[in-house]
Antibody
Framework: QVHLVQSGAEVRKPGASVKVSCQAS????????MHWVRQAPGQGLEWMGI????????RYAQKFQGRVTMTMDTSTSTVYMELGSLRSEDTAVYYC????????????WGQGTMVTVSS | DIQMTQSPSSLSASVGDRVTITCRAS??????LNWYQQKPEKAPKLLIY???SLQSGVPSRFSGSGSGTDFTLTISSLQPEDFATYYC?????????FGQGTKVDIK
């Protein structure tokens, strides 16, 4: 059974950057595309981007282009999402999610990481 | 990007009611449509994939239908544990997008 464990809550000042990790267990790490989704307080789900752990190719939502970087470490089965130039509107819970290779849906989610941006 | 529009944004219903939520895509997405359930302070849970396929372990009172641009999630008999927010998501494009969500609460 695949399990995704994310890093703990973070607090940053405006203009800073944050890096959130998501470690996978119980699967062949390089076989599953991984996505990042965020949810601001009281708001809906917002897709941020995708990383292919087999090779590291990425695609990002237009909204985050230039501010987000998704990377991976195959030795630890971990994917990372780094968001820079933080502003208060980036305060949100950030989730990683596995893209099932057969039916193109997010069947496994991390527990979420709260990122608070405040001066 | 493909825009996803859900309706209604919220609804009130009673236990045992039949509930229907609709989702419309800004272009044809064939059957690349998924539904998720989210409860407060929890990660979303996959209910339906490929428009009408029930995810393993999900109760059969949940069903999905549609193709092209118009889709429906139906809960045949609402149970207390079904009060939650529901999201549709297209997986036709690599650049995935979600609907804005439909909150189902108790009448």
């Amino acid at each position: 059974q695949v399990h995704l464990v994310q890093s703990g809550a973070e607090v940053r000042k405006p203009g800073a950057s944050v890096k959130v990790s998501c470690q996978a267990s119980g699967n062949s790490f390089t076989s599953d595309y991984m996505h990042w989704v965020r949810q601001a307080p009281g708001q809906g789900l917002e897709w941020m981007g995708i990383i292919n752990p087999s090779g590291g190719s990425t695609r990002y939502a237009q909204k985050f282009q230039g501010r987000v970087t998704m990377t991976m470490d195959t030795s630890t089965s971990t994917v990372y999402m780094e968001l820079g130039s933080l502003r208060s509107e980036d305060t949100a819970v950030y989730y990683c999610a596995r893209d099932h290779d057969t039916f193109d849906a997010f069947d496994i989610w991390g527990q979420g990481t709260m990122v608070t941006v405040s001066s | 990007d493909i825009q996803m529009t859900q309706s209604p944004s919220s609804l009130s219903a009673s236990v045992g009611d039949r509930v229907t939520i609709t989702c419309r895509a800004s272009q044809s997405i064939r059957s690349y449509l998924n539904w998720y359930q989210q409860k407060p302070e929890k990660a979303p849970k996959l209910l339906i994939y490929a428009a009408s396929s029930l995810q393993s372990g999900v109760p059969s009172r949940f069903s999905g239908s549609g193709s092209g641009t118009d889709f429906t999630l139906t809960i045949s008999s609402l149970q207390p544990e079904d009060f939650a927010t529901y999201y549709c998501q297209q997986s036709y494009s690599t650049l995935r997008t979600f609907g804005q969500g439909t909150k189902v609460d108790i009448k």
